[in-house]
């Protein structure tokens, strides 16, 4: 701050102040504003606190950017503050040390077998539902550990992002994804007629997961023919976040046994993810909030 030229270590304003301010140009009615400005206590000290306060209740929500700490502030309305803009938010957050880290680009694990039966893309990109358990999507993501490779498959619902079923274990094999398929089924036995939709991997492809599939009554939707077998966006995108926010600078898995990572991951998912943390695309709104609010509005239709 050029102001600071002004006046000496302790505070004491050096001489004329219009000499000063001519050497420096800078006008006198600048330096007294900075004067009246230096001590006056900060209009967001309040808000900042909050925000801090946001940032530490879980560890993962120090990677929320300015759009969900924003959210986070709508969705908590603490009491006598009022929530400026995003890009408030956004300068105050800089201010504070809680930028943002920068994101990493997923890679697919799953491989397509191009002899195998195929389903056809009954969403043709299109992830957006309306009403819970009616489209789903599902993969499954590699993370090394000290003692070998821990695999993790989902099924995500497209209305909330909620993660439906989760199964884990040292090797990618189809049985894999049918006791995903199994744990969300008998979490969420609505899901009969749902689509559930994934890449063209083997796993997907095969007569194990196949067979589950139609003993539950599901519609199963595969990416289209000539897509990469790993263009399954929506899925993905949820493995690098999880990646982002739960890993990457925080945990060093390669350190870790898979015993430790399935507990670590565990509680990410259904207890972080599901209920606590705030989804952008749920309007601000943690997958189960917006399931509640979901039902509780059919329920004041009726």
Not at 201 to 210: F, L, N, P
Request: net charge positive.
């Amino acid at each position: 701050m050029i102001f600071l030229a002004i006046k000496t270590e302790d505070g004491v304003i050096k001489g004329k102040i219009s000499f000063y301010c001519r050497i420096l140009k800078v006008t006198r009615q600048g330096f007294y504003k900075y004067l009246a400005d230096k001590d006056r206590p900060w209009k967001y000290q309040d808000l900042a606190s909050i925000m801090q306060a946001i940032a530490s209740e879980d560890e993962c929500n120090d990677t929320y950017g300015r759009i969900r700490m924003y959210q986070a502030l709508l969705l908590k309305q603490p009491e006598g503050i009022r929530i400026p803009g995003e890009r408030t938010v956004y300068r105050v957050m800089e201010k504070i040390g809680l930028s943002h880290r920068p994101k990493r680009k997923p890679n697919g694990i799953t491989k397509a077998d191009r002899e195998a039966c195929k389903s056809d893309d009954l969403l043709k990109g299109d992830f957006r539902s309306a009403q819970p358990l009616k489209k789903c999507v599902t993969d499954i993501t590699e993370i090394k550990a000290k003692d070998g490779k821990l695999y993790v498959s989902a099924i995500f619902d497209c209305f909330d992002a909620a993660v439906l079923g989760l199964a884990m274990d040292t090797n990618m094999k189809a049985v894999l994804c049918e006791r995903t398929l199994a744990n969300a089924v008998h979490s969420y036995p609505a899901l009969k007629g749902a689509v559930i939709h994934s890449d063209r991997g083997s796993q997907y492809t095969s007569e194990i997961y196949r067979k589950s599939i139609a003993k539950y009554g599901i519609l199963q939707s595969m990416n289209r023919d000539g897509g990469r077998c790993h263009d399954n966006a929506r899925c993905e995108s949820m493995w690098a976040r999880m990646k982002e926010e739960l890993l990457y600078g925080r945990h060093n898995t390669e350190k870790m046994t898979v015993e430790e990572l399935k507990t670590l991951i565990f509680r990410y998912f259904i207890s972080y993810w599901n209920n606590r943390r705030i989804c952008s695309a749920n309007g601000g709104l943690p997958p189960m909030v917006k399931r509640q609010r979901y039902y509780v509005s059919l329920d004041a239709a009726a």
